[in-house]
């Protein structure tokens, strides 16, 4: 991300979060936080319980970010950000956190609002696959599933881009009662994944495992002959077998309920 996103993504993430800007040119935001948004961010535990305990006046934090240190002109004292910053990857987490989950409804054309629009229902779910060892592979993939029908899809994400859709549902505009029920579909999907995962190349862990029993033996040799080895010893292997250990996980990213007209 270059500076010019990153300070995008911080200006919108306040305010789509109700935290006024008081303060900003294109290189940093000073912004006033909400309650919420201190809880979350400001990691003040200690000062939140006492507020809440003795009934005082709350007084969120103001927060500074620097979205483009090398360009600022003036003096501003305030956190740095940029891609991988600790600030910007908990923005990242609390973005993910707040819009996990939404209900949205498909609007319809303006020529057709006078006549009745039957909208159906689907749950749609991005998941993130992450093969990891010595190197790491990350892979999305967007499912839909018709919750009248059961029929699933792939790509959902993808198919509903161009849909105009709104978080209420329009006049004139009904939705179908699912069949289906969410938590239902949800194993469906989960069981696509599983399917996906088994069908996927996993010669990457074979690799793995070859080059850890490599590099194992390549470490017994500069210990040979020495019958008590030392705590180096045992650290070093220990080190080597976390460094190629295999592990798949499944996340789910975000997702939700969509009343559409068709995909």
């Keep these: 991300m270059y500076p010019q996103q990153i300070h995008q993504y911080v200006r919108r993430f306040f305010i789509e979060n109700n935290c006024p800007i008081l303060r900003e040119n294109e290189h940093f935001v000073n912004v006033q936080l909400t309650i919420e948004m201190d809880k979350k961010i400001m990691n003040r535990p200690f000062y939140w319980k006492y507020v809440e305990s003795t009934g005082a006046e709350p007084n969120p934090a103001q927060l500074t970010l620097i979205t483009d240190k090398n360009r600022l002109t003036e003096s501003v004292a305030g956190e740095v950000v940029h891609y991988g910053s600790p600030r910007l990857s908990q923005l990242f987490r609390v973005t993910n956190e707040l819009g996990s989950f939404v209900q949205m409804y498909e609007k319809p054309p303006a020529a057709q609002v006078p006549a009745q629009i039957i909208l159906t229902p689907w749950l749609g779910v991005n998941y993130k696959i992450t093969y990891s060892s010595h190197r790491t592979?990350?892979?999305?993939?967007?499912?839909?599933?018709?919750?009248?029908?059961?029929?699933?899809?792939?790509?959902?994400?993808?198919?509903?881009?161009?849909?105009?859709?709104?978080?209420?549902?329009?006049?004139?505009?009904?939705?179908?009662?699912?069949?289906?029920?969410?938590?239902?579909?949800?194993?469906?999907?989960?069981?696509?994944?599983?399917?996906?995962?088994?069908?996927?190349?996993?010669?990457w862990a074979e690799e793995a495992q070859v080059r850890q029993q490599r590099d194992i033996r390549v470490l017994d040799y500069f210990y040979e002959g020495i019958e008590d080895k030392p705590e180096t010893y045992e650290s070093e292997k220990k080190a080597i077998e976390e460094q190629y250990k295999t592990k798949i996980r499944v996340e789910i990213i975000n997702g939700g309920l969509f009343y559409l007209r068709s995909i």
């Design 137 to 203: 592979q990350e892979t999305l993939y967007s499912l839909g599933i018709n919750l009248m029908t059961g029929m699933i899809i792939n790509g959902f994400q993808e198919s509903i881009s161009g849909l105009d859709l709104e978080s209420a549902i329009s006049a004139n505009t009904f939705h179908l009662p699912y069949t289906i029920k969410p938590l239902r579909a949800l194993e469906r999907l989960d069981a696509v994944i599983e399917n996906q995962i088994k069908q996927d190349d996993h010669t």
